[in-house]
């Protein structure tokens, strides 16, 4: 699987790959963030839900804090992102 993702480049930013067992679902953004949901293979394509998980969240979240610094290297502390988040995909068909 690691050297699937290292020899593909993600078109549009989303790269999907399906093992027997479960599908890996990746966005990776112009900044260099990698945003990944894995999901059994009945999730079908999850493209505008990634998507969403970054414009809306992510950056509405984290970005815009005053707090954030794009070049720390701290993992992202953000409860409000992990409020928001768990929300939305508690809301989508696929993970209930």
């Not at 679902?25 to 009945?42: E, W, Y």
């Not at 509405?60 to 804090?65: I, M, R, T």
């Amino acid at each position: 699987l690691a050297q699937k993702m290292a020899s593909v480049k993600p078109k549009d930013g989303m790269l999907t790959i399906k093992t027997n067992v479960f599908t890996m679902h990746q966005f990776h953004t112009a900044s260099g963030m990698r945003f990944v949901l894995n999901t059994d293979n009945n999730a079908g394509d999850l493209r505008q839900n990634m998507y969403h998980i970054y414009a809306m969240i992510w950056v509405e979240c984290v970005v815009k804090s005053p707090l954030w610094s794009p070049a720390s290297t701290k993992p992202v502390d953000s409860p409000l992102f992990d409020r928001q988040l768990q929300t939305y995909l508690e809301g989508l068909s696929c993970f209930r």
